[in-house]
T-cell receptor
Framework: EPEVTQTPSHQVTQMGQEVILRCVPI?????FYWYRQILGQKVEFLVS????????KSEIFDDQFSVERPDGSNFTLKIRSTKLEDSAMYFC????????FGPGTRLTVL | QKEVEQNSGPLSVPEGAIASLNCTYS??????FFWYRQYSGKSPELIMF????GDKEDGRFTAQLNKASQYVSLLIRDSQPSDSATYLC???????????FGKGTKLTVNP
């Protein structure tokens, strides 16, 4: 059964550093999403992406965030200058009949 | 602000019992309703979705939707210890719209 994959599973970085989180959506899906979940809190929408452009973004998704689909398979989330409060699980999702989530990347900012 | 509210629990039921999980939402424009299961440290896993008022059954799971009351519920029959997890209610306006999640209800099924 096709599934969304994400790499790395865990990323540790220093505050102020740039990180890139990678996702491979399900191959015939056209809509892609990033969500995050701070420990003990709810899953929050960051951004949706369709036809090589952002279709919606949340207030969280400020100028330090960017997304890209650099080739036909990968979908990336870049955080330019990480802050302590960016520490969270980041989930990629892609949508066919409904949204399916990848296993997540745990980002730890020190 | 579009909100989805769930009792955080924990909800504890004995093995074999029916677990009832509830969710309310604020946006009357919501069209699609989802229940995800999340084990600790893992990603949300889709259990069921429902679009129309009424009940939808899938195996041991039944989702119920009442749009007039802005209320969604999930019933788990014959609960098993493996059902112990946090259950997330999520709502969208349909189509490709983002999901808005509740904080989840933690369910524990005791052997």
């Amino acid at each position: 059964e096709p599934e969304v994959t994400q790499t790395p599973s865990h990323q540790v970085t220093q505050m102020g550093q740039e990180v890139i989180l990678r996702c491979v959506p399900i191959s015939n899906h056209l809509y892609f999403y990033w969500y995050r979940q701070i420990l003990g809190q709810k899953v929050e929408f960051l951004v949706s992406f369709y036809n090589n452009e952002i279709s919606e973004k949340s207030e969280i998704f400020d100028d330090q965030f960017s997304v890209e689909r650099p080739d036909g398979s990968n979908f990336t989330l870049k955080i330019r200058s990480t802050k302590l409060e960016d520490s969270a699980m980041y989930f990629c999702a892609s949508k066919g009949d409904t949204q399916y989530f990848g296993p997540g990347t745990r980002l730890t900012v020190l | 602000q579009k909100e989805v509210e769930q009792n955080s629990g924990p909800l504890s039921v004995p093995e074999g019992a029916i677990a009832s999980l509830n969710c309310t939402y604020s946006d009357r424009g919501s069209q699609s309703f989802f229940w995800y299961r999340q084990y600790s440290g893992k990603s949300p896993e889709l259990i069921m979705f429902i679009y129309s008022n009424g009940d939808k059954e899938d195996g041991r799971f039944t989702a119920q939707l009442n749009k007039a009351s802005q209320y969604v519920s999930l019933l788990i029959r014959d609960s098993q210890p493996s059902d112990s997890a946090t259950y997330l209610c999520a709502v969208s306006q349909g189509g490709s719209e983002k999901l808005v999640f509740g904080k989840g209800t933690k369910l524990t099924v005791n052997p």
